[in-house]
């Protein structure tokens, strides 16, 4: 029996997580379910899956929380604050953190966890992309282990030879490939983009996403995170991470071998699959997701990404190949700028161009702690606000 803390229950990951993890009460009990303010989705969730903590983020949602759970007769422990999300992702009541807090919200917990040496099930893609080096040295110095849940680099880890040793020519790998959609602007005319809505941005075609994240799609802003994080994740270069746009979102990932071998894992989109796979690696359970059918399949295309059209993926490779505190500083800036855009501060087109120009502004520094992270991505904040108000 795995005792599960789930970080970021209400979002799309979390439901989807509790869905898989429904499927099969006699292996998963969940300990703490974790959400900001979505307080009345997060007391339905308690109700149904009875968790032991249950972590909000403000005095007054953990207030209001405890109000709903005692008229309903759960009798779920109620906390707040960064330092209670810490505790249910570190303490010894759980063995596996899914870590699907969007943003760079979620890199505390999850470090927290990775610390402590538990199963991480890692959707939260800035936590890499922004401590990299510290959160690998985590991983390695408490025998954590680290599984990945963004449908690529599940993927891809899929197609890896196991051990894998974060190291492409030891297993004669010549490149990894990430697949991308292309989001919903793949067609559009570059020239209309400065017109694009928030509604339009967050209308993903294939995958069922929240809105931060659906917007980095349309931006390719989140192939780019993905590229670092795959980085990382897998000890490849910047040069040996190449970007397919395939529209179709069957193909998940590949990965491309010294003997002209291409291994590529397929399915339908739905991220109960990744998550069905992390829960039960090296075991395989059900998801609930349908089988793919590939006599349905009209056919499978794939392009090169028009970077006049995504410049958020130059953005990310260049911060990648700079290192340093240079993925912070995109992740932060990217942030703020999405954040600017879904409320209707800024166009879709400047979200690129808000993030450029922090990146010629702001000095790059190596990061030896938790704390230098935090100024770096603070003060990337700061300057993408300046910039915003000026």
């Known amino acids: 029996m795995?005792?599960?803390?789930?970080?970021?229950?209400?979002?799309?990951?979390?439901?989807?997580?509790?869905?898989?993890?429904?499927?099969?009460?006699?292996?998963y009990r969940i300990h703490a379910l974790t959400a900001h303010t979505k307080v009345v989705e997060l007391a339905g969730l308690c109700a149904r899956f009875r968790p032991d903590v249950a972590v909000v983020g403000t005095a007054a949602a953990a207030q209001e929380l405890s109000a709903l759970l005692k008229s309903d007769g759960v009798s779920t422990e109620v906390s707040y604050g960064e330092a209670a999300l810490c505790a249910v992702a570190s303490g010894a009541g759980c063995d596996t953190v899914m870590a699907a807090i969007v943003g760079a919200a979620g890199?505390?917990?999850?470090?927290?966890?990775?610390?402590?040496?538990?199963?991480?099930?890692?959707?939260?893609?800035?936590?890499?992309?922004?401590?990299?080096?510290?959160?690998?040295?985590?991983?390695?110095?408490?025998?954590?282990?680290?599984?990945?849940?963004?449908?690529?680099?599940?993927?891809?880890?899929?197609?890896?030879?196991?051990?894998?040793?974060?190291?492409?020519d030891h297993h004669g790998i010549a490149r990894i490939v990430l697949t991308a959609s292309g989001g919903p602007f793949l067609d559009r005319a570059v020239e209309t983009l400065d017109l694009v809505t928030p509604d339009e941005a967050v209308a993903h075609p294939n995958w069922v996403m929240g809105r931060k994240i659906s917007v980095d799609s349309a931006t390719m802003m989140n192939k780019g995170l993905e590229v670092i994080e795959a980085h990382w994740l897998f000890g490849a270069t910047h040069d040996r991470i190449e970007v397919v746009i395939h529209p179709q979102s069957v193909i998940h990932s590949m990965v491309s071998y010294l003997d002209g071998s291409v291994l590529a894992q397929l399915g339908n989109p739905d991220m109960r699959t990744p998550i069905a796979h992390a829960l039960a690696y090296p075991e395989r359970i059900s998801?609930?997701?349908?089988?793919?059918?590939?006599?349905?399949?009209?056919?499978?295309?794939?392009?090169?990404?028009?970077?006049?059209?995504?410049?958020?993926?130059?953005?990310?490779?260049?911060a990648l190949a700079t290192g340093g505190s240079a993925p912070a500083v995109l992740n932060a800036a990217n942030e703020v700028a999405v954040e600017a855009f879904l409320d209707g501060r800024i166009g879709f087109r400047q979200i690129d161009q808000l993030i450029d120009r922090v990146m010629h502004a702001a000095s790059f520094?190596?990061?030896?702690?938790?704390?230098?992270?935090?100024?770096?991505?603070?003060?990337?904040?700061?300057?993408?606000?300046?910039?915003?108000?000026?």
């Not at 979002?11 to 009460?25: C, N, Q």
């Not at 199963?119 to 990299?132: D, F």
Request: hydrophobic share 45%.
């Open 287 to 318: 998801s609930g997701v349908a089988p793919l059918d590939l006599t349905q399949l009209a056919k499978l295309e794939f392009r090169q990404p028009d970077l006049l059209r995504f410049p958020c993926l130059k953005l990310a490779y260049d």
């Open 107 to 168: 890199l505390a917990p999850t470090l927290a966890a990775a610390r402590a040496g538990k199963k991480i099930l890692l959707a939260n893609k800035e936590a890499l992309v922004m401590s990299g080096q510290l959160f690998m040295d985590a991983i390695a110095a408490s025998g954590a282990i680290l599984l990945p849940i963004d449908s690529e680099h599940n993927a891809i880890f899929q197609c890896l030879p196991q051990p894998y040793q974060r190291n492409l």
């Open 2 to 27: 795995q005792n599960i803390t789930l970080l970021g229950a209400t979002g799309s990951i979390g439901i989807s997580t509790l869905d898989v993890i429904a499927r099969h009460p006699d292996r």
């Open 365 to 390: 520094e190596a990061v030896a702690d938790i704390a230098g992270l935090l100024d770096q991505d603070r003060h990337a904040r700061q300057l993408a606000n300046s910039f915003l108000t000026s």
